[in-house]
């Protein structure tokens, strides 16, 4: 067994995703689900990523350089889960309004929890769930 001090205890997580349109994924995660941007990273004055925050989650988008190849699927693979305490019906009827498409409508999970998904432009795919009352 290894010890607790040995072990990862993680008090925050922040995730960067490559993107292929910096402006186009700026307007989702802003305009349309809700996120707060926090700062802009530029590199030989040009923008390269912004960070993004709902509560205390920290998102950085960054434009994809071609480097790995320009056409390279993104989003594949993975999702991003979001627990809040907030309402996930009025949530999802909020991103709705501002023009998002759900995947799944708000729904109870057997393991406990309300949840709805939406992909974000490039295919990430988001589960946005709250626990449910014991």
Do not use: C
């Amino acid at each position: 067994m290894t010890a607790s001090s040995d072990v990862p205890r993680g008090e925050s997580l922040q995730v960067s995703i490559t993107v292929n349109d910096l402006q186009q994924s700026l307007h989702w995660y802003v305009d349309v689900v809700g996120f707060k941007e926090e700062r802009r990273i530029e590199r030989d004055g040009k923008l390269r990523g912004i960070t993004l925050s709902a509560g205390n989650a920290r998102i950085t988008i960054n434009q994809d350089d071609g480097a790995k190849g320009k056409d390279r699927p993104k989003g594949v693979g993975y999702s991003l889960h979001l627990t809040t305490m907030q309402d996930i019906d009025a949530l999802a009827a909020a991103i709705k309004a501002r023009g998002g498409t759900l995947v799944s409508e708000p729904a109870d999970m057997p393991w406990g929890a309300r949840i709805f998904r939406l992909h974000d432009p490039n295919g990430v795919l988001w589960v946005i769930s709250k626990p449910l009352a014991s």
